[in-house]
């Protein structure tokens, strides 16, 4: 990963809340550490906002639980608490998207200071979260998970969907030999959106340092010392063994993938 090692330890130290209290009550960050729950950390952090993790173990169906159900409806973290929400009253937001805009007008930062600059932000925004989000968890679960449960590759699936992330990469780096940052000349909540999901890369199948444009903006946001904080935001909760042959392994897999209808 591309976050240094001096900065990293700094970060961790740090753990779940901003240095930038103020004063105010933390905002309530429920999460997981993964590309969608990094999201909204690296904003936080960036922002200066002050937060505390509460974390939900997604491994061990924590977000079935009737209160963070009441936060997040569709049972997906991140969902966050603001206590300091509009007219200085409470609110919950949940979505990663509409988390992240929310928290760009709330501060009014990385999100472009007109409607041209907004769109732009938005355009990126909304490509991560119908199309490289969903595909590299595709990707992630054919060419990782898939064959822990059925005991065998799926050719297929996995050539689709780690072709689909090719592709989408290739997208990201056109538009990044030509402008800085995803949205144009300013790092954006578009950014922020789409590091998590192309630091995965090889995982996902793929030679970074072959998009030439994607890998130099890789390097430049993950030397970000927010990305770096907010990155390892709540690393204690970490826990591994869900892609090994194990009874909690296959529990974990269970609830993750086998999910249906709650009537």
């Known amino acids: 990963m591309a976050a240094k090692k001096t900065a990293s330890k700094k970060a961790a130290s740090k753990k779940t809340t901003s240095k930038k209290t103020s004063g105010k009550k933390p905002i309530e960050l429920y999460y997981w550490p993964t590309p969608n729950g990094w999201k909204i950390s690296i904003m936080l952090e960036e922002c200066g906002l002050p937060y505390k993790v509460k974390g ?18 569709n049972n997906r973290m991140p969902g966050i608490i603001d206590p300091s929400g509009p007219g200085g009253k409470p609110i919950s937001v949940f979505e990663s998207g509409a988390i992240l805009q929310y928290l760009a007008r709330k501060t009014g930062k990385f999100y472009g200071k007109t409607e041209r600059e907004r769109v ?55 538009r990044l030999k030509k402008n800085k940052y995803l949205a144009g000349d300013k790092y954006t909540i578009a950014d922020m959106a789409c590091w998590g999901w192309v630091l995965p890369a090889e995982r996902l199948g793929q030679d970074l340092k072959s998009f030439k444009g994607l890998h130099r903006w890789f390097k430049e946001v993950s030397d970000r010392p927010a990305v770096q904080a907010g990155f390892h935001a709540g690393a204690e909760l970490r826990t591994t063994g869900i892609e090994q042959n194990s009874k909690d392994a296959a529990k974990a897999r269970k609830i993750l993938f086998g999910q249906k209808a709650k009537k």
Not at 56 to 73: E, R
């Open 120 to 174: 732009a932000a938005d355009e990126w925004l909304f490509w991560q979260m119908g199309g490289l989000g969903p595909m590299a968890g595709q990707a992630n679960h054919f060419r990782l998970y898939a064959p822990a449960m059925t005991k065998k590759k799926i050719p297929y699936a996995i050539d689709r969907y780690t072709n689909e992330v090719n592709r989408l990469f290739g997208v990201m780096d056109k």
């Open 56 to 73: 939900v173990n997604i491994g061990t169906g924590a977000q079935f639980k009737p209160a963070f159900l009441k936060i997040s409806p």
